[in-house]
């Protein structure tokens, strides 16, 4: 074992943390720009199914809709 060794494995292992801490960030924005991506489209859907819900109320017609027997 020479003298470089423990510095280049120290040197080594501090490359691996800032790059696993720039990853773990990206991972991170990431996932928040997912999280807000799941709101708007749960946001949109509750929209869509209060606006069908509204259509079909005003489409339905009045009285008895079986047929007569």
Do not use: I
């Not at 790059?19 to 807000?36: P, S």
């Not at 708007?40 to 008895?64: C, F, I, K, Q, Y």
Request: with cysteine; charged share 40%; aromatic share 2%.
């Amino acid at each position: 074992m020479t003298d470089g060794e423990p510095d280049g494995d120290l040197e080594a292992c501090k490359e691996t943390v800032q790059r696993l801490e720039e990853e773990n960030g990206q991972l991170r924005q990431a996932a928040g720009a997912f999280g807000q991506l799941a709101e708007r489209l749960n946001h949109n859907l509750r929209e869509e199914r209060r606006l069908g819900d509204e259509r079909r109320a005003m489409n339905r017609p009045s009285g008895d809709r079986r047929a007569a027997s």
